[in-house]
C-alpha cells in the first residue's frame, strides 16, 4: 500500500470543520484589521531562500525541499517548495512594484509550508501556516499592530494561557558590536560547542544562543557567558523604537516578557521579534513567531522598505482549540422515486438548501436512518405526498412530522 510521506498528513472528515472555521477565524481577524489575502506559489526559485531566509539558518542549510527542473539542455533552475512565506510575499511585493502604493501594504496568507525535519508531535514536513506581512512602515505602532492582530486571531479561536516573548535585536550596527562580543566570549569554548554552533560561530553567533544542545546550553550558563549575553548592546535609537513598542503593548494590555535569548530562527530580522507559546503544546510549543525585518526588501533587490510579520502555525493551533461539530445538512429527501428525489434536492440547493437524497434506492428505513444522521429534516415523498402534491417534513431533533403544503413553506421552515 502506497502510504502518506512520513511528516504529511491527509486533513478529512471530523476534522475538517475545524480547519474550516480556523480560516474563517483567520480571514475574518486579519482582513478587519485591514490585511488583504495574497496567495504566492508554493515553489519558489531556491536562490530567494538561500538570500532571504540565510544560508546559515537550519531551514536553508538541512531542511529545504530543492529539487532541479528543466534538464541540463533546458537550463536547468533549482527550485524549493517554500519554507516559509516572508520570503514568497517580499519577492512578490517586489515584483509588482506594491511599494508605489501608499503604505502601509498589508497581506495575508494561509497555507502549507514544507520542512524536512524530523518529525514529532507539532513538527511535521508539511504543515500550514496562518501568516500577515505589513509593509511600509518603520515605526513602533506597526510592530503593536502585527502583535495586537496576532493575539485577536489567538483570542478568536478561544485560546488562552499564552504567554508573549519578546525581544529586539537591534539595527545592523547593535548587532554587530553584540555578534562581536559573544563571538569573543566564546571564542575559548568553541571546541566544546556542537558541530551545528561551530558552523553558526562562522556565519552567524547570535543563532547559538537558540542552540537547543545540553552541553552548549550549560557552556552559556556559566556566569562570565551569561553577562556578555545579556548585556544591552542596544542603541539608543533601537531602545527607544523597543520602548515605544512596550509602551503600545501595555497600553493594549497585552502581557509580555522579555526573552533575551529569543533570536529567532531565520536570519532576516532586525527590531523587534516575538514568539507566542502556549506551555500544553510540549516542547514544540511555540504557536507564532515573528518579527521586524526592515532589510530584506532592499537584500533581494527592492527600494528599501520597513516591514514586519508573523507566522502562525495551524496545526499547532489546532491542537490547542476545541473541536468544531461537523454541521447538520438542511434536508434530506426520502423517496422510493429516485428522479423526484433528485429534482427536489437540486430545487432545494438552487435555493441555497444544502440537501441530499438516497443514490442507492434503499428501503424508507434506511434512508430515513442516514437523514438522522446529517440531516436537521427528512422532506418525505411517499406514494401519497406525490399524489396528492405536498410534503411530510418530519424534524429529526424532535422526531415531529408536519404536512407542507408549498415549496415556499418548505425552505422557510428549515
Ligand atoms: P517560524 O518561526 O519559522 O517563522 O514559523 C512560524 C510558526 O510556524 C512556528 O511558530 C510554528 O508554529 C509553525 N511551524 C514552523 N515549523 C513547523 C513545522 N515543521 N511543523 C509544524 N509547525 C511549524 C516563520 O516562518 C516566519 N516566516 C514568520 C514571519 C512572518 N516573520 C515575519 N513575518
Known amino acids: 500500500m502506497i502510504k502518506a510521506q512520513r511528516g504529511t498528513k491527509d486533513i478529512f472528515g471530523e476534522e475538517i470543520a475545524t480547519w474550516q472555521w480556523i480560516f474563517e477565524n483567520a480571514k475574518n481577524v486579519f482582513q478587519n484589521a485591514g490585511f488583504n489575502e495574497i496567495k504566492t506559489p508554493i515553489f519558489e526559485a531556491t536562490e530567494l531562500f538561500n538570500r532571504g531566509v540565510g544560508d546559515s539558518t537550519d531551514i536553508v542549510n538541512k531542511e529545504m525541499y530543492t529539487f532541479s527542473v528543466g534538464g541540463a539542455e533546458k537550463n536547468e533552475t533549482s527550485i524549493t517548495l517554500r519554507p516559509e512565506n516572508t520570503a514568497g510575499v517580499v ?30 508531535a507539532g513538527r511535521q514536513r508539511q504543515f500550514h501556516q496562518a501568516g500577515v506581512e505589513l509593509f511600509g512602515i518603520k515605526e513602533p505602532s506597526a510592530d503593536a499592530e502585527v502583535i495586537s492582530v496576532a493575539i485577536n486571531f489567538l483570542e478568536s479561536l478561544g ?43 562562522e556565519k552567524n553567533p547570535l543563532r547559538i544562543l537558540d542552540c537547543k544542545n545540553e552541553n552548549c546550553q ?33 497600553e493594549l494590555n497585552i502581557k509580555y516578557t522579555i526573552n533575551k535569548m529569543l533570536v529567532r530562527g531565520l ?56 473541536k468544531v461539530k461537523p454541521k447538520k445538512i438542511d434536508f ?19 435555493n441555497n438548501k444544502s440537501a441530499e437524497f438516497d443514490l442507492q434506492k434503499r428501503k424508507f428505513a434506511k434512508q430515513l436512518e442516514k437523514a438522522s444522521k446529517i440531516a436537521n429534516f427528512a422532506v418525505i415523498l411517499g406514494e401519497d405526498e406525490i399524489n396528492k402534491n405536498y410534503y411530510s417534513l418530519k424534524n429529526l431533533a424532535t422526531g415531529e412530522q408536519n404536512i407542507i403544503k408549498t415549496f415556499e413553506e418548505l425552505i422557510n421552515l428549515s
Open 91 to 120: 519577492r512578490s511585493f517586489i515584483e509588482h512594484n506594491l511599494n508605489r502604493q501608499s503604505p502601509p501594504q498589508k497581506f495575508w496568507y494561509f497555507g502549507p509550508m514544507f520542512r524536512y525535519e524530523r518529525p514529532q
Open 332 to 350: 434530506f429527501v426520502v423517496s422510493n422515486d429516485t428522479t423526484k428525489a433528485m429534482k427536489l434536492t437540486q430545487k432545494l440547493r438552487y
Open 267 to 322: 536570519d532576516y530580522y532586525n527590531r523587534t521579534v516575538f514568539e507566542i507559546k502556549s506551555e500544553s503544546l510540549g516542547s514544540q510549543s511555540a504557536v507564532c513567531g515573528g518579527g521586524r525585518y526592515d532589510g530584506l526588501v532592499e537584500m533581494l533587490g527592492g527600494v528599501p522598505t520597513p516591514a514586519v510579520g508573523f507566522a502562525m502555525g495551524v496545526e499547532r493551533l489546532y491542537t490547542l482549540t476545541e
Open 159 to 201: 485560546l488562552k494561557n499564552l504567554t508573549v516573548e519578546l525581544n529586539t535585536l537591534g539595527c545592523p550596527k547593535c548587532k554587530n558590536d553584540y555578534r562581536e562580543s559573544i563571538k569573543k566570549i566564546l571564542a575559548p569554548h568553541l571546541k566544546d560547542l556542537c558541530n551545528d554552533c561551530k558552523m553558526r560561530y
Open 218 to 250: 550549560k557552556i552559556f550558563e556559566k556566569d562570565e557567558i551569561k553577562k556578555v549575553i545579556l548585556k544591552d548592546y542596544i542603541c539608543d535609537e533601537c531602545k527607544e523604537h523597543f520602548s515605544e513598542l512596550k509602551n503600545y503593548l501595555d
